[in-house]
């Protein structure tokens, strides 16, 4: 892994209300974990190879993966406007084909 780029996923999807309750800050850990977990297990070649996690970039674990220069589908998608419907089902079908077999 020396010299590579690598990317860190901030779980967005994970919501801790401002407060200093540390059981809230502790349930959204594990939640994070949980996921890491799930994905130490899925190895496909659509699949992103999961490096760690770690701490240190705000409130919550980030979980390590390769660099992708286009980022997540959904980001790739929102930035690229001009494909036409048939590139994107493309593209979606190429994921969830992938996924189902896993």
């Known amino acids: ?8 996923k901030n779980p967005g999807h994970v919501r801790i209300p401002q407060s200093d309750d540390t059981q809230v800050v502790e349930k959204a ?7 890491a ?9 659509n699949i992103l190879k999961f490096h760690g996690i770690v701490e240190g970039f705000g409130l919550l674990p980030a979980l390590v993966s390769p660099w992708m220069e286009n980022g997540s589908l959904d980001r790739y998608l929102k ?8 590139e994107i089902i493309r593209m979606v079908r190429a994921v969830t084909n992938n996924s189902v077999k896993l």
């Open 1 to 8: 892994m020396s010299g590579s780029v690598l990317g860190l």
């Open 29 to 35: 850990v594990q939640r994070i974990r949980r996921e």
């Open 37 to 45: 977990y799930v994905w130490i297990g899925l190895k496909h070649n």
């Open 79 to 86: 930035q690229n406007t001009d494909l036409s419907k048939v």
